[in-house]
């Protein structure tokens, strides 16, 4: 049946999650908005989106909210009269919610590093955006360009082009249907070229080749070749849309050097470690690959602010590499004279609540 405004949808999961970890995360790479403060009523965390269900193109606006353990949305506007079974599938997959997270405490419990981070992080999930199609928008608009900037650019064209929605103390703005992106102009501080690559690309989700589902049915080496014949959309475009678009829980990006280098730094894997030794440490996150990928890019970041803070593999690892440290130092020393995404097709796990139903960061 549709919802009326005002409605409360009830989300399904299991596992841990933690709304306000998340999307703040989501917010620092300037996926979403930043979250804000309940009002009583929504707990202490509310995440406002105005979104796109996929396939349909309706425009909702909702607040989402945890409390006592349940995460719910408040529907602020449905002015197409969308769907209760629409909305909530959309918002189950935005905040991986579709997905079982009870085995990520397994990986936790065989990594110590992941282990660490996640402890961190308790009940981080991947915020996506709402669908591929808007994935491989930002993807788009993104190349080159400073992430802040943007995700300007992306805001600009939703004022300009989306669904204006009213929400009664203010106006929302959803992302432009694919049949929009089709005619749309030019867009200010965006070069001509992407404008042309998001025309291209309205013309595609027109055409479903950037559904979810037959994205998730396919080889996950054909579904990125597949989404590399767009235009604009590269190896590294083609793997964001997979894990923060269709939401591949399993798939190491290997295209993506900030997460390489946060590896190479928290295992100890040297300056230039080749693809084969990332994807053996990889292989031991399985199947929550991009999750863990999630954990250790942003490590990056806490490393930055807690530079004595990152966490290594194991003790043997530390003192491999204050050994290393050391040989280093002796041999400078004695010179100067004392003068010192897999292969593995596995399948992606899923909620058993689906049984009811440059880089850029």
Known sequence: MSVSI???????????????VSASLAASAAFIEAPTSGDGSSGDTALDLALLLEGSWNTVAVRVFEMDGAVRATVLANPSGAMTRDIRAQLERILSLDIDAVGFREVAARDDVIARLERRRPGLRPILFPSPYEAAARAIIGHRLPVKQAAAINVRIAALYGVHVDVGDRVMHAFPAPEKLVDLATVPGLAERKVDQLRALGAAAVAGRLNTAPLRAMDREEALLSLQQLPGIGPFSAELIMIR???DVDAFPRSEMRLHRAMAAAYHLGDDPDIAALERVAQKWHPYRSWAGLLLRH???????????????????????????????????????????????????????????????
Request: hydrophobic share 35%; net charge positive.
């Open 299 to 361: 490590s990056l970041g806490d490393v930055a602010a807690h530079s004595s803070s990152l966490p290594v593999a194991n003790a043997a690892a530390k003192n491999k590499a204050h050994t290393d440290a050391r040989s280093v130092a002796l041999n400078r020393s004695n010179r100067n004279g004392g003068n010192s995404h897999m292969s593995d097709q596995s399948k992606t796990v899923r909620s058993r609540a689906a049984s009811h139903s440059k880089e850029l960061s």
């Open 6 to 20: 005002h409605d409360v949808i009830d989300l399904r999961y299991t596992g841990d999650f933690s709304l306000a």
């Open 245 to 247: 678009g269709v939401g």
